[in-house]
């Protein structure tokens, strides 16, 4: 078969398979891509991983079928050994596969750029779900929730300086309102990753680190440390939750009953926390 037959070939068999395969991709891996779409924050992450998944697909597919192509059409097929004859390249290819790839890299940068300086809908802040530092670049909604999540050896609490500093050992958000986290810890270097709520932020003593999430629908969410940080690094984890705002409302109010107590000895609320080492080590 003459060289053109070849690319021809080799081009319709790559063609069907990038489409099936960004088919299968969209339709049937996206809706289970991670981290799933229990706040505004995730469902832009999981699009993003579908997104990225269904572009380099057929980058690979090309590499792959090249490849295959190769090895089976021009195998050695009468057994002599021996080299074949020498190939130094096609200028042409190498050309064409350099641009499509640059302007595969470019285009996602400009996506990339352009959700960073996106202004949302609903004003609460796209956030990536890590944090974003003291001062993030999003808006954020005037009925936002404060929840300071603060990280220490082995385990998180949650503090509600709009509910009168109340220090609680869960975490349960009201459904549809946008929550602000702060992130920070008392001891050695924590992170904060509520997985379907798509927050991944560190907890550094003495920072705070802030991260946006809008839980749209009610519902359970893992909260794991995903720093090592210490021999009991692997048992901090808990679960949170995602209730009814009357719900949310009973709750809440309930903690600071419960917890007046231990509310009234705390340091006033900060942005972060410097406890007295040798106390903590003993």
Partial sequence: MHERGHIRRALIIWVIGSIVAVLLIVFALGPHMPPGSMTQEAKGQRFTNVLLAAVMAPLAL???????????????????LGDGPADFGDS??????LILTSSVVLLLAGLGTYAL???????AGVGAGGGQGPTPIQRTAKDRLVVQVIGQQWQFTYRFPQYGGVETLRLELPVNRPVQFHVT?????HAFWAYQLGVKA???PGADNIAFATP???GKFDIRCAELCG??????SDTGLVVSPAAFTSWITSQRRQNAPATGNLPPYSRSY????????G
């Fill in 62 to 80: 090309a590499m792959l079928v090249a490849f295959l192509y190769a090895i089976v059409t021009f195998r050695n097929r009468d057994g002599s």
């Fill in 92 to 97: 042409r290819l190498q050309l064409g596969w």
């Fill in 117 to 123: 300086y996106e202004e949302p809908a609903d004003a």
């Fill in 185 to 189: 810890s008392l001891d050695v270097i």
């Fill in 202 to 204: 560190d907890a550094v």
């Fill in 216 to 218: 749209r629908h009610v």
């Fill in 231 to 236: 021999v009991w690094h692997g048992e901090m």
């Fill in 274 to 281: 410097f406890p007295d080492p040798p106390g903590r080590a």
